[in-house]
């Protein structure tokens, strides 16, 4: 589907499930900075600049079952709760990185 698209059936969604993997991708960011829940078998990485991991709902299959129906009993209050449009729009905007590379051309340049 066009990526337009994707961005309407996300914004629409009460809950996103991440990949089982310890890191995520730019579809699970983009659900995040638009605040959906996320769930994701297992735990993430932590950033390497930051030491934060994303605000999902993590864990074995039950534990991660149990947060999912706990989360679709009042899906924007485990969006608030999580936080995760808070932690991943300041550390996903382009903005942050066009200045970061700048920087870093600048210094190769010079």
């Given at each position: 589907m066009p990526q337009s698209e994707f961005h309407r059936v996300v914004a629409r969604a009460h809950m996103a499930v991440g990949q089982a993997s310890n890191y995520f991708s730019t579809s699970e960011f983009e659900a995040l900075s638009m605040g959906v829940p996320m769930?994701?078998?297992g735990?993430?990485?932590?950033?390497?600049?930051?030491?934060?991991v994303p605000p999902v709902m993590e864990g074995s299959v039950s534990a991660?079952?149990?947060q999912i129906v706990e989360a679709m009993a009042d899906p924007l209050r485990m969006?608030?709760?999580?936080?995760g449009a808070a932690w991943a729009?300041?550390?996903?905007?382009a903005g942050a990185y066009v200045r970061r590379l700048a920087t870093l051309y600048t210094?190769?340049?010079?």
């Open positions: 769930a994701a078998l735990s993430r990485l932590p950033r390497p600049d930051d030491g934060t991660v079952v149990e969006s608030v709760d999580l936080g729009r300041p550390r996903y905007d210094a190769v340049a010079s």
